[in-house]
Structure formats: structure tokens, C-alpha cells
């Protein structure tokens, strides 16, 4: 381990903020150049660190579990944070960086959940007596760990746990490319607009957004009256466009552009989701399971695949009806008013807006100025501390690390002490934050 390596890891493990809650990153520590050489030096001592405890395996709580879960706090304690960042605000220089360490994280992932010296000693702690001095969330963990370990192949050797450890390595890749072509897209992708009428009815702000993007474009002097509006394709344009656009060209674009997002090009996730599906297959055969969806349910509540077929088809005999009354009354109002004949995809909601309006004076967008960002939270807050005797309160923007301007810590205080903390990035970002 060199000094440069040992340095990084000393600096990005460090997690205390200048605040009261403990544990945040100091995300503007974790910058391209310092994510390689911490990560290598982390990945050293977290092997040497897992070579002792297979070595000892003690079936006993504080010898097996407590330094299992030591083990990966450390790892996620920074590679967490990278993983983070990379959601919320991507940068292509820290996705090479990432991308550098992401195979040796795969490997060293894999090889913890396949060790059969841990498996035996997890196994030996569930079925000795100490098992019942174990309280229940301990014995909850002990179990779903051994059931995690059987997913994940340990009882496989040879050619099928190298072929399994080769398709860990490959849908990791293809999960990090999957999302981070979508990321570039919405950075990229516009739907335009120059005609006025082509805009009429989306409400100003989204106007007054799409002019701004085409000045960041190129386009001079554009305005949110006169436009060019070049619109972002993200989920706050296509909900406003497609409920408010008057014009049907427009929303038809918006649609397609929306819907047929990593579809095309360089940035084309479909070859990216045939192999990720062809894979998980292999995988979910490999460690006994008849198809992926089976190994999914077996981690979940869901007592099977068919118990799960079951439940759709129940929900789709009980809503199918009342959509389909929905969608022949959307129909009438649409011929009724010279709207279409036949309602198409991007017809539907900007309907369902007009006969909302008309039948209940609702107007979503005039509800709007009562439910900006500030006056939800309070509610939420307000309603939350009614509820529960918490006190919420914001932390100054200076005490607490974040990773944008734009977001915001709060504090959960029970009986004067502060038990929980929590961040909030409510705005989009096209090109750094992934949707959701």
C-alpha cells in the first residue's frame, strides 16, 4: 500500500461534519483522483481483513458476524458515497474512476459471498445452542445471510463458480451502463419547438425553463413567450406537456421522446437489456433456480412466482372494468369537443385534464401555487411531528456536507436529542441526477 494510497483512504474515511449527526460523507472529498487510490487501499486491507476471518471462523456472533458487518460498512462507508454521486450528480471523470475499481469490488463481493469457511461457520452458529441466545433480529440476519450466501452459489465449484463469478462481472458492467446512458441522454436530448401555437396551453414555467435551455443551446435571445423553447426530456416537461400541450404534434413528439429513451444511437439500452436478461438466466440456473424471477421472489415476501401471477390477475379483473368506462368516457369528450375520433397514447392524458377541468373545476396547475416546495414540506413536517411527537428542523447550509447548493439537511429531534437525519434533493438536474 503506498503513501499516495494510504493518504486517500485516511481522507475519504473520514466522515464527521462539522454538524451534529455523525457519519456524513464529506462528499466533496471524493473526487475522481482520490476514488482510485482509496478504493485500492480499502480493497487491500478489507482482503487481508476477510483472509483472517476465514481463517479463524468462529461460529459465534462476535466472532463471525460482528467483524462481517464491520467489513462492510467500511466498504459501503466509501463506496457508497461514490455510488451516490454518481446518481445525483454524474461526472464522467468519477464514472472512469469508479469504472477503474469496480471489477476488483465485484470480485472481492463475490468471493465474500461464496466462502464456504463463512457459510460453515454461519451455519454451525444457526444450528448451535447459541442460536436461541441470539435476539430476534440477530437471528433474522444470521438466516438471511446463509440464504444470501446460497443465492449468491456458495455451495458451486470449479467451472460453474468461475462461470458465476464471470457473470457478476458482467452485469455489473451492464447495469452501470444501462444506467449511465440514460443519464447522458437527458443531458442531450431535446424536443423543440418554434411555432407559439405549438406550445400553446404548457404552463409558463415549464415555457420559461425551455427558453432557457435553448439560450444554453445557442438560441439568442430566446424567451418564454416568444420562444424557441427547447425542452428538456425529463419527467417534470412530459407530465406538464402531455396533460396542458394543446397541440397533438407536440405531445406526440414528447411521448416518443420520452418513451424511447436509451433506444437509439451510442446510448441504445436494448442490447444492454438482452444480455443483462440472458444472463440473469444463466445465473438464476447455476444456483438451482428454474428462471431469475424465481431466484428474486426466493429473497422477497412473495411465497412464489405464481402467487404473484395471481395477484396481477386479481388486480386486473378489479380495475380493468372502471378503466375501461374511464377510457370510453375520455373517448366521448374527445369527439364531443373536436379533440380526436380515437384517443392515441399522448391523447389520453391531455383529455383526462380537459374533462377534469370542465366536470370538477379542477386545474392542476392553479393548485400549483399551494403546493410549492416550502409549503409541502411544512405540511409533511407539521403533520409528521402531530403524529409521532418529532421535531424536524432544518440545519444551517453551512454545518452539514452536501453534494449541490440546492440541497438541504434536516434533523429528527426526539425528547431534545437528535435520533436521525436526512437529505433532500427534490429538483431535477439533466445530465447529473437520475430520475426518481
Not at 372494468?321 to 397514447?345: C, F, K, M, N, V
Not at 399551494?370 to 409533511?380: E, R
Not at 407539521?382 to 434536516?410: H, K, M, N, Q
Amino acid at each position: 500500500m503506498s503513501t499516495e494510497q494510504t493518504s486517500a483512504l485516511l481522507e475519504l474515511e473520514e466522515t464527521r461534519s462539522l454538524g451534529p449527526i455523525t457519519h456524513l460523507p464529506l462528499w466533496s472529498r471524493f473526487t475522481a483522483d482520490k476514488v482510485v487510490p482509496a478504493a485500492t487501499a480499502l480493497l487491500d486491507d478489507v482482503e487481508q481483513t476477510f483472509e483472517g476471518l476465514e481463517a479463524e471462523a468462529e461460529p459465534s456472533w462476535d466472532g463471525l458476524m460482528t467483524p462481517l458487518e464491520g467489513i462492510n460498512l467500511r466498504l459501503g462507508a466509501l463506496l457508497g458515497p461514490v455510488n451516490h454521486l454518481l446518481s445525483v450528480k454524474y461526472d464522467d471523470e468519477l464514472q472512469a474512476a469508479y469504472d477503474e475499481i469496480r471489477p476488483r469490488y465485484v470480485a472481492l463481493s463475490s468471493r465474500m459471498a461464496q466462502s464456504r469457511a463463512v457459510f460453515d461457520a454461519m451455519v454451525a452458529l444457526k444450528n448451535s445452542d447459541g442460536f436461541a441466545g441470539l435476539d430476534v433480529a440477530q437471528q433474522r440476519i444470521l438466516t438471511e445471510s446463509i440464504r444470501g450466501m446460497e443465492r449468491s452459489g456458495v455451495h458451486l465449484e470449479g467451472a460453474a463458480k468461475t462461470r458465476y463469478e464471470e457473470i457478476q462481472q458482467q452485469l455489473s458492467s451492464l447495469s452501470n451502463d444501462f444506467r449511465t446512458n440514460l443519464v447522458k441522454e437527458e443531458k442531450d436530448a431535446r424536443v423543440k419547438a418554434e411555432d407559439a401555437a405549438m406550445v400553446r396551453g404548457v404552463p409558463e414555467p415549464i415555457l420559461a425553463a425551455a427558453a432557457e435551455t435553448a439560450v444554453e443551446d445557442g438560441a439568442e435571445g430566446a424567451t418564454a413567450e416568444a420562444g424557441p423553447w427547447h425542452f428538456i426530456v425529463n419527467g417534470v416537461n412530459y407530465v406538464a406537456v402531455m396533460n396542458h400541450a394543446e397541440d397533438a404534434g407536440l405531445r406526440e413528439a414528447f411521448y416518443r421522446a420520452f418513451r424511447g429513451r436509451g433506444t437509439s444511437g451510442d446510448l441504445d439500452n436494448r442490447p444492454v437489456l438482452e444480455e443483462m436478461l440472458r444472463l440473469r438466466q444463466e445465473e438464476a440456473q447455476l444456483v438451482g433456480f428454474a428462471h431469475y424471477a424465481a431466484l428474486s421472489i426466493d429473497a422477497k415476501m412473495a411465497g412464489s412466482v405464481e402467487e404473484v401471477w395471481s395477484l396481477l390477475a386479481e388486480l386486473e379483473d378489479a380495475a380493468r372494468p372502471a378503466a375501461e368506462q374511464e377510457l370510453e368516457a375520455l373517448t366521448s369528450y374527445a369527439r364531443a369537443h373536436g379533440i380526436a375520433d380515437e384517443l392515441a397514447p399522448w391523447d389520453v392524458p391531455y383529455v383526462a385534464e380537459q374533462l377534469r377541468e370542465e366536470r370538477y373545476a379542477y386545474d392542476t396547475e392553479a393548485l400549483r401555487a399551494y403546493f410549492q416546495m416550502p409549503k409541502v414540506l411544512a405540511g409533511l413536517f407539521s403533520l409528521t411531528e402531530r403524529l409521532y411527537g418529532l421535531e424536524i428542523r432544518e440545519v444551517d447550509a453551512d454545518s452539514v456536507p452536501v453534494w449541490d447548493e440546492s440541497v438541504s439537511f434536516y434533523e429528527l429531534v426526539a425528547d431534545g436529542e437528535v435520533i436521525a437525519g436526512f437529505y433532500v434533493d427534490p429538483y431535477a438536474r439533466p445530465g447529473e441526477k437520475r430520475g426518481g
